[in-house]
């Protein structure tokens, strides 16, 4: 092998490129905000960033002090929201606005309707998402500069589909435009009827990764590897309940388990993603939850009554308000503006 000297003397002295120049080093942080799904417990979720935002005194769009959204069903469309510039107040206004009436249930005229059907009207949740993105929502993941991870689950295949930006390259963007990419993440089986990505069936993609925290970083990971030493994250829950179980209820017959696993699954899940990116970035990562309480409005992903909007929004200021109060620099670093653009 030529040795650099060597290889200047070859070019006339001329300086040549250094091979082991760490490219991380020319870019400021990589800001990821990764949100959490939790239907309409993404209300937590919203009001959480809005007021951490105010602590901050940061009034503009988020576009500007983070580099990568990732998120899962109800946070899928709160990324998408931000990621195209939509002020976070405004995608807390849509959710406010439109989550009871996103789960608002059908009216079963038949018996049919009744057993088979979704619990909730898609066009509701389509509305809803008009709401938030506005003409937006016809913008394709492929023309976005900005970066963008949202997962949903492919019926047919079984297995998670991740729909990327252009910020990840070309070969690897999706051409699906926002609106299709919420209407898929959220697709929650029984809830709302499928969505649909590249003419096939798309599900919820918190069945899979509804703590997108590891997935986001191990897109940025696989796809701009270099900047992984610059990741700062700034991870945001939908609050939930999960206190401790009692030891004699892990024995149970099959249908004892229909009611706890589906959400004991979520919460392992969630808790894992967040605690593999913690060990990851160390000091570069910070999650925002609430533990909640036993009542409907931390333990159902569509308890949608004004009660449970109270909870929520009271539960949002107080983990926002502990958190600026524990981790001021940080949340301060991560709403500043960017200082390069990798």
Not at 115 to 143: N, P, Q, V, W
Request: proline residues 6%; hydrophobic residues 40%; neutral net charge.
């Amino acid at each position: 092998m030529t040795s650099d000297s060597s290889f200047q003397d070859d070019l006339g002295g001329l300086p040549t490129p250094n091979v082991n120049l760490n490219l991380a080093k020319s870019f400021g942080p990589l800001r990821v905000l990764s949100l959490t799904g939790g239907g309409f417990r993404g209300l937590f979720t919203a009001r959480t960033l809005v007021t951490v935002c105010a602590q901050a005194r940061h009034t503009g769009p988020l576009d500007k002090s983070f580099d990568v959204f990732a998120g899962t069903s109800i946070g899928g469309l709160m990324a998408c929201a931000l990621s195209v510039g939509v002020l976070p107040h405004r995608v807390l206004d849509a959710i406010d606005a439109e989550g009871a009436t996103i789960f608002e249930p059908r009216k079963a005229t038949t018996m049919r309707r009744a057993l088979f059907g979704t619990l909730y009207d898609e066009g509701h949740l389509s509305k809803a998402i008009d709401a938030c993105l506005g003409k937006r929502g016809a913008t394709r993941m492929c023309d976005l500069d900005k970066g963008l991870i949202i997962p949903t689950v492919d019926w047919v295949n079984g297995q998670v589909k991740v729909l990327l930006s252009g910020f990840f390259g070309a070969a690897h963007a999706s051409e699906a435009t926002l609106k299709e990419v919420c209407l898929a993440t959220s697709a929650a089986p029984t809830y709302f009827k499928p969505g649909e990505i590249d003419g096939l069936p798309m599900l919820d993609g918190g069945l899979s990764v509804n703590n997108p925290d590891m997935l986001a970083l191990t897109q940025i990971m696989t796809r701009r590897p270099g900047l992984m030493p610059n990741v700062e994250m700034l991870s945001i829950g939908t609050a939930g309940y999960s206190a401790p179980r009692s030891a004699d209820k892990a024995e149970r017959w099959g249908v004892g388990w229909l009611q706890d696993l589906p959400s004991f699954m979520m919460t392992v899940q969630e808790r894992s993603a967040a605690l593999q990116a913690q060990q990851l970035l160390d000091d570069r990562y910070l999650r925002l939850n609430h533990a909640g309480e036993p009542i409907e409005a931390f333990m159902k992903l569509d308890h949608a009554s004004s009660q449970a909007r109270d909870r929520l929004w009271a539960a949002a200021d107080e983990t926002a308000k502990l958190a600026y109060a524990t981790n001021p620099a940080f949340i301060d670093r991560m709403f500043s503006p960017l200082r390069a653009a990798p």
